[in-house]
């Protein structure tokens, strides 16, 4: 069975203005995985632990900045 179409879910209003509009939109992002990993959690079983392993590897990356960090 494909994966559905999540282009629906992927709609973001505009990038507010100024310094922490970066903010929002990760946070919609976040907000966006969970969604996928709840709704799709059953019926693809490897859906959420594939999520969670690539999160973990960004997260645990010192390189990364601060904003990589927060949005994992």
């Known amino acids: 069975m494909p994966f559905p179409n999540l282009q629906h879910d992927?709609?973001?209003?505009?990038?507010?203005?100024?310094?922490?509009?970066?903010?929002a939109?990760?946070?919609?992002?976040?907000?966006?995985?969970?969604?996928?990993?709840?709704r799709f959690g059953d019926p693809y079983y490897n859906v959420q632990p594939r999520v969670s392993k690539t999160l973990l590897r960004a997260l645990l990356?010192?390189?990364k900045p601060l904003t990589t960090h927060y949005g994992e």
């Open 10 to 23: 992927c709609s973001c209003p505009p990038i507010p203005a100024g310094p922490t509009g970066h903010w």
């Open 61 to 63: 990356d010192p390189s």
């Open 25 to 38: 939109v990760r946070d919609k992002a976040a907000s966006l995985v969970r969604t996928v990993c709840v």
